[in-house]
């Protein structure tokens, strides 16, 4: 079994602790995590950023986690995630016509195979995409919740001992 390396667990504690440390409430930020989350799916490099925070804006969410949240989608996750919403467009939309021979090959059969591909992976990407943001914002939302509940548990807690009783003598 791999043990992850001190650095790789610092990293990834300071990352989740920038997450709980963002404005607003558990659902302004579980929505911008949607947000972020949903524009990741699509297959807009270099604009999924910009419209995970136009979304997030549409929502009221918090801007900073859905820009964040659109790295669902990196280098690492392209190829297999961008197959996966074809596949899934593909089975919604019926068998694809396949690829002609190269000789069969002119302007027109370019587009039209060009557009089946894309429609594809377009309404794949909004499936799968619809379905990864629902569950990520409410996952998120709860833990949120969770959290925010820890800490006015806590502030009461603080308080209290702040505030001994005080003894009369009476």
């Known amino acids: ?8 667990k610092k990293g990834l504690s300071g990352w989740i602790a920038w997450i709980w440390k963002q404005e607003g409430s558990p659902g302004i930020r579980a929505r911008g995590i949607a947000a972020g989350v949903f524009c990741g799916f699509f297959p807009f490099f270099g ?4 419209l ?9 969410g918090n801007h900073l ?3 964040a949240a659109t790295w669902i989608s990196n280098p690492f996750t392209y190829i297999p995630l961008y197959w996966f919403n074809y596949s899934v467009g593909s089975s919604l939309l019926g068998p694809n016509t396949g690829l ?8 027109l059969n370019v587009w039209e195979q060009g557009g089946d591909f894309i429609s594809r992976l377009l309404l794949g990407s909004s499936v799968v ?6 569950i990520f914002g409410v996952i998120s939302y709860g833990l949120f919740r969770i959290r925010q509940r820890q800490k006015i ?8 001992d702040s505030n001994p009783p005080r003894f009369n003598p009476q």
């Open 100 to 107: 002609p021979d190269i000789n069969q090959l002119n302007l």
């Open 129 to 134: 995409g619809s379905c990864a943001a629902l």
């Open 1 to 8: 079994m791999v043990k992850p390396s001190a650095s790789l």
């Open 47 to 50: 604009f999924q950023t910009l």
């Open 52 to 60: 995970g925070i136009g979304l997030a804006s549409l929502v009221k």
């Open 65 to 67: 986690l859905a820009a």
């Open 153 to 160: 548990a806590n502030q009461g807690r603080l308080e209290s």
